[in-house]
């Protein structure tokens, strides 16, 4: 609009758009708010009667059709693209939940089981589309293992360094941890009064709560129940250490809730891989950890392990020395 405005004051043409539409008194603002208009017109399928006078304002509204007509087509195109797409994700979860509904009502499952479960399905799937898992971005598969670990390490690291082994290894071994997070790190989400484990079973694996809030009861009375909070507690660590540590009690979600696993298999086998000195470490801390549960009374033993309560008694079972001994002997 400026440009098309100030035309008529550059060169020597006595026809101008002004002299052809505007009034001799005419205010300024009055041609540059035509000027306005003819400029939205170039955009636009809208017509308007200013037309260009002499050779450089014709010049110049040839080019500014180009302009428009290049990016009027790229906007157009864009939005078009965007609805598209948007449509196609409304009708893909749209078909999705329909097929779960169907297969609810062909199955006769209770009713109030199938709420449930959609309830938690579209939680799930909201939650999914929020966080984007690394599944769903497919070049993330050619990226190298290291740079995968890397990723992933970075990503769980605030869950996993509360633990204080877990933050020496952070410090000393990073390597390994990151290694951790790709061959023995899943993560699992449990809907509201899921329950994770029960009484008596066989542990498999230890567990940080991510998000979400879980209720651990040992017995029937209620004076034994504990709640399990995200970040600030870790459950079943005894599992890494014993190849048959049965759970003390039960575990139930409250809400939504997701928690990252250490597979206790998984964990072995990582860690025999390390180098001697990491293994040395870890070898210390399980002798010192086993030996301090081993003392507890039977009924101050638990699945749980609450940051804190036991922090200061954990942190005291890593050994802090290992690594610089090594370095010493490594200069000498």
């Known amino acids: 609009a400026c440009v098309f405005f100030a035309t008529t004051t550059v060169g020597t043409y006595e026809k101008t758009w002004t002299a052809e539409y505007m009034s001799p008194n005419a205010d300024w603002r009055d041609s540059y708010m035509v000027a306005l208009h003819w400029s939205l017109t170039q955009f636009t399928p809208a ?149 994770l484990f029960v009484t008596g079973e066989q542990a498999e694996a230890m567990y940080f709560l991510s998000s979400g809030v879980l209720l651990y009861k040992k017995s029937l009375s209620e004076e034994d129940e504990e709640y399990v909070q995200a970040n600030l507690d870790w459950v079943t660590e005894p599992a890494l250490w014993l190849n048959n540590w049965e759970h003390l009690g039960t575990a139930e979600a409250h809400g939504e809730s997701v928690l990252i696993s250490i597979s206790a298999d998984r964990f072995k086998k990582v860690v025999s891989q390390a180098n001697p000195v990491l293994i040395r470490v870890v070898q210390i801390y399980a002798r010192r950890f086993l030996a301090w549960i081993n003392d507890l009374p039977l009924n101050e033993l638990s699945d749980v392990f609450q940051k804190e309560l036991v922090e200061a008694k954990i942190r005291s079972f890593v050994p802090e020395n290992v690594f610089m001994r090594s370095s010493s002997n490594e200069l000498h």
């Open 47 to 195: 017509a308007m009667d200013v037309q260009p006078q002499n050779m450089l304002e014709r010049g110049y509204a040839i080019s500014v059709v180009i302009f428009a007509l290049v990016g009027f087509s790229y906007v157009v195109g864009d939005i078009s693209s965007c609805l598209t797409q948007l449509r196609n994700m409304s009708e893909t979860s749209s078909k999705e939940f329909r097929k779960l509904r169907n297969f609810m009502r062909m199955h006769k499952v209770p009713r109030q089981l199938a709420l449930r479960v959609t309830k938690f399905a579209e939680h799930a799937y909201s939650k999914q589309r929020e966080a984007m898992p690394m599944s769903k971005v497919t070049l993330l598969n050619m990226v190298s293992e290291q740079l995968l670990g890397e990723l992933t390490f970075e990503m769980n690291k605030p869950h996993l360094i509360i633990h204080p082994l877990f933050e020496n290894m952070e410090n000393n071994g990073t390597i390994v941890l990151q290694r951790l997070c790709t061959k023995a790190l899943t993560t699992k989400q449990l809907a509201h009064n899921d329950f």
